[in-house]
C-alpha cells in the first residue's frame, strides 16, 4: 500500500510539471543573448565590407569568366607558385584532360593588354 501512495504521488507531482513548461515560453538565458548581441555587432561591422566585396565580384566578373574559359576546370591545375622573378606558376596536374582551346582572338575582340587585372 505504501509503495503504492508513494508511486502515486511521483505520478501526480511529475505530471504538471511538463504541462507548466509548455504554457509559457522560455526565456533565451545568458549564453543565448550574448552569442545574439556578438552576431548582431558583427554583422552591423562586416556588412558594408560585405556590400563592397559583392561590388568588386561584379566588376571582376568578365575577367573571371574569361580567366574560366581559358583554364576550364581550376581541378586540374595544381597551386600556384610564385617564381623568384615574381611571375605566378600554374601547372596543369599530371594525366588531366586536354585543356579547352583558346579562344580566337580578333583584334576588334583583343582586351586592352595581354594580362588579367584582377
Known sequence: MRRLSIAALTLALAAPLPLAAQDRPEEPGLMERGVEMFLRGLMEEVGPEIGEMRDTLE??????????????????????????????????????????DLPKVTPDKTPEGDAIDL
Open 59 to 100: 566588376q571582376m566578373k568578365p575577367e573571371l569568366q574569361r580567366l574560366v574559359e581559358l583554364m576550364g576546370d581550376v581541378q586540374h591545375y595544381d597551386m600556384p607558385e610564385r617564381l623568384p622573378n615574381g611571375d605566378i606558376l600554374i601547372r596543369r596536374k599530371p594525366g588531366a584532360p586536354k585543356p579547352p
